[in-house]
């Protein structure tokens, strides 16, 4: 992945399912894999599962390891690099053999967390030092470490949307979709592409779960019969504005042949405007729109088209979470290596993301963002572990991109219905499925 990491950004909003027939727990020890107080002291060999692949490739992570092993020079670190990541660790933790780090997949329920991971402390204690702790927290316990985390928006090309006489960023949907119809008639471009066919990049709409109020709690409110997408609510307003893109055709012509690769030179290039994904894609794009013999400055990201009290928000979302295997013989060393790499290896401000350490900067591809006042909205998830189970229970899938496919296709005629309709079906399974699941 990397230049190509479809799934780098994309886990910010990917829903826990339960891995069937894991047999990760057992008799593991449940021992904290505490932080080492004497780094000449901490030795081992340890296993590092990446998604990663291309920076196994290139050599990056070996540099990273080399740079860390100055601090820590009894500690071997060894990278596996898996292509498909979730897959692959699914089947892997059906044993204990799943590495000594790995990046938590989102088939593992936040509530099954303890039965395959070592605790790395309490969560009163790290949540003063790191951002999205309690993502990962399960009975006042954390988990897992985010390597770095998104703010969500819309990434964009600048000179289309000049060209189209476009130049502030939309306060409202109405706004939003005039001005993607302003591009429509006045420039040669694309003005939204859905990423339709590869689909996951359809899931990047609910990390703006909170942007719309900006609502830290927004999340955890949905952990109920609740009617999410009820009038005025942050699904009513987030899918509407997705259905209306389409309906009103600034969208590709053909949803089912879009590419996700490809969609980055489309962007980069200017063919097309505008797509909804998180602050994550910033430097492949710029990298994209130099590799075309295009400028990185003409690469933009907006907050989502509402404000509250005259200002945007964003919501921070968490990418992957670093945890430590139960099973680990060397859980202090695998600690050792979480905490160097989230706090000293650079990598976050290399990918140009949220740092997960809370006394680090934002990064310089936020910069609009900063400059701008827009409010940045840590989202809780403190209830995530019942709204997932809601959310698997009423079989939608926030996190995944079937619901969102059926959306796309009622607005542009390719089923039969209408939005309201929709949601009305959507309500009705979240809150029948609320009364069992969300008890």
């Known amino acids: 992945m990397g230049k190509k990491k479809t799934l780098v950004g994309a886990l910010a909003v990917v829903t826990a399912m339960t891995v069937a027939g894991c047999g990760g727990g057992g008799t593991a020890s449940t021992e904290t894999a505490s932080a080492p107080t004497d780094p000449a002291k901490v030795s081992g060999t340890i296993t590092v599962l990446t998604h990663r692949t291309d920076l196994v490739k290139d050599g990056s992570m070996e540099a990273y390891a080399a740079e860390f092993a100055k601090t820590y020079p009894k500690v071997k670190v060894k990278f596996e690099g898996l292509t498909d990541y979730e897959g692959e660790v699914k089947i892997r933790m059906n044993t204990e053999n799943y590495g000594d780090v790995l990046m938590i997949p989102g088939a593992v329920a936040k509530n099954d967390y303890p039965k395959f991971f070592a605790p790395l402390g309490?969560?009163?204690?790290?949540?003063?030092?790191?951002?999205?702790?309690?993502?990962?927290?399960?009975?006042?316990?954390?988990?897992?470490?985010?390597?770095?985390?998104?703010?969500?928006?819309?990434?964009?090309?600048?000179?289309?949307?000049?060209?189209?006489?476009v130049t502030e960023w939309p306060t409202t949907p109405q706004e939003f979709l005039a001005a993607l119809g302003a591009i429509k008639e006045r420039t040669g471009a694309t003005p939204y592409y859905t990423?339709?066919?590869?689909?996951?990049?359809?899931?990047?709409?609910?990390?703006?779960?909170?942007?719309?109020?900006?609502?830290?709690?927004?999340?955890n409110s949905l952990a109920g019969a609740v009617s999410p997408w009820k009038q005025g609510s942050e699904l009513n307003v987030i899918d509407t504005l997705l259905h209306d893109t389409v309906k009103g055709g600034l969208i590709e012509k053909d949803p089912s042949t879009t590419n996700w690769e490809e969609s980055k030179n489309l962007l980069a290039k200017g063919t097309i405007g505008t797509m909804m994904l998180g602050s994550w894609s910033i430097t492949q794009m710029q990298?994209?729109?130099?590799?075309?013999?295009?400028?990185?400055?003409?690469?933009g990201f907006m907050p989502f088209p509402v404000q509250k009290d005259g200002k945007f928000c964003a919501t921070?979302?968490?990418?992957?979470?670093?945890?430590?295997?139960?099973?680990?013989?060397?859980?202090?060393?695998a600690r050792a290596w979480i905490d160097w790499f989230t706090a000293k290896s650079g990598y976050a401000a290399e990918e140009g993301a949220v740092p997960a350490l809370k006394a680090d900067p934002m990064p310089d591809t936020l910069k609009a963002f900063v400059d701008n006042d827009v409010t940045f909205v840590e989202r809780s998830e403190a209830k995530t572990g019942t709204v997932n189970a809601i959310d698997n229970a009423a079989e939608i899938g926030l996190a995944k991109q079937d619901y969102r496919q059926k959306l796309v296709d009622i607005a542009r005629g390719a089923q039969q219905g209408s939005l309201q309709d929709y949601f009305a079906e959507l309500d009705k399974k979240w809150d029948e499925a609320a009364k069992t699941a969300g008890s």
């Open 122 to 165: 309490a969560t009163d204690e790290l949540s003063g030092t790191y951002r999205f702790s309690d993502k990962t927290d399960v009975n006042g316990k954390v988990y897992g470490i985010a390597q770095f985390g998104t703010a969500n928006g819309f990434i964009y090309n600048k000179a289309v949307w000049e060209e189209a006489g």
């Open 195 to 219: 990423n339709f066919k590869d689909g996951w990049p359809l899931t990047q709409w609910s990390a703006n779960i909170g942007s719309v109020t900006c609502d830290t709690e927004a999340n």
């Open 287 to 299: 990298a994209a729109a130099e590799t075309a013999g295009g400028s990185a400055d003409d690469i």
């Open 316 to 333: 921070l979302t968490s990418d992957y979470q670093q945890a430590v295997n139960i099973h680990s013989e060397h859980k202090e060393a």
